[in-house]
Structures are given as C-alpha cells and as structure tokens.
C-alpha cells in the first residue's frame, strides 16, 4: 500500500491555475486546482513541466506556499530567473485557466507539522521565504500558538514577497516576530537592519539555543550555509537545524 500511495504522489496530474498574485516585480503566486491532490505537508514542494508544440519538455521544482488546509488548491510562488526554461513562462505567460503539470508532493526532511511545541525558528533568504510561508500559514490555520519568529533577508523592501501578509500574521495576538534585514536599498527612515544576515544579527533576532527551537533555514547555497554555521557556532544543536537550498541558476 505505501508504494501504491508513493506511485500516487509521483505521477504527473493535470491542475487548473485558478488565480494569480503579483507579489513584486518579479515574483507571481500560482494558485492551482490539482484534481486527487492527495494533500501535503507544510515545507514540501513539486515538480512543474511544460511541453513546447514540437515535444520539447522541461521541468523544475517549486516549494508549495499553501497551508495543507488548502486542500486541492496548491500555491506556488515562483521568481522570474531571466536565462531560466520555466519561471520566466510561470511569471509571465500564464493566465487563469491555464493547465499545468504538476508532480508531488515531494520531500519528508523539511516539513513541519502544527502539532509540534517546540519554539519556532525560520531563516529566509530572498525567494526561500515560500516553503516557510507554507508553515506560518500552516500555523495560522491549525491555529497554533507555538512560538516563532522569522528572520527574512531581502535585497530591498519591494523584493519582499509576502510582506503585507506577513505583517498581518505579525500583528495578529500570538502572531510570529517578524524581522526584516534589506542588504542593498533601504527606504528613507529605516531602522531594521540592513545587512546580510550574521552572528551577531541571529545572536537579536533568533531564538537562543537555551529554547531549543526548531529551525529551517532556505535561501541560495551560499546564504543557506552560513547561516547555518553561525546557528551552530552560537550552540544551536546541528541536528534540530533543517535547511533548504536553491543554486542560483534554474527555473
């Protein structure tokens, strides 16, 4: 029966895009209707693939964005990469009524479940933001009040994909902490911080390892392992940090 149900997950299913959200410049949100979607876990991701009129076929993977309470309705998120096969027809080709190849759900490493107590910690790097915002909307649906806080980096403040969103969920009783760190522009009167994310930034902003949080960290390679190292370096227990990594080409 478990391979049956692993067979399921892995054959390719013909969604519907049921809506769009232009989340910046050059970032779109997919909401997707995935007839026999057999559900998800908050942090997993699919794979996505387009064939051209002469039989061309290509693919890439995408984190899932929606909460498992979404149902048959899958989000993906996906940034424009200009000398990427996919994202580039994702973000601005597709239109509302428009068939997709999905495959999936994917991925049992960097998941995490409502259920859980312990105290929250999420990393983001730039578009790795989407499979934490997978579990921040999983948090909110269940509802759970665990603990958590998020430390999202961004090049400026308009490449923040989720931001209204985010400090709603921020604003609300029990919501996470959500901090901000711009590494390239800033708005005039910022006050956050405005540099890539370091020891001493994850010393403020992160939980500290006395807690015990869980933690997942997602970004591009070289963001992912740094941050990472510097968890470890402050006595974070290497085992209880998740990462999530993306090369800087693709899609």
Known sequence: MAGTAVQRRLSWRLGEVVG??????????LVVTVPGWPG??????????LTAEDGYQTQHSYSISSPPEDGQRVSLTVERLDDGEVSPYLVDEVRVGDRLELRGPIGGYFVW??????PLQLVAGGSG??????????RAAAPSRVPTRLLYSS??????IYRAELDGLAAADGGPEVTYTLTRERPPGWTGFARRIDRQMLAEAAWPPERRPLVFVCGPTSFVESAADHLVA???????IKTERFGPTGG
């Open 40 to 49: 998800h876990r908050a942090g997993q991701h699919v794979d996505v693939r």
């Open 129 to 138: 933001v989407c499979p934490l915002m997978a579990m921040l909307r999983h």
């Open 20 to 29: 769009l959200v232009e989340e910046t410049p050059r970032v779109r949100t």
């Open 113 to 118: 479940e409502a259920e859980t107590t312990d």
């Open 155 to 160: 090049r400026s403040l308009e490449d923040l």
């Open 234 to 240: 402050l006595g974070h227990e290497a085992a209880r």
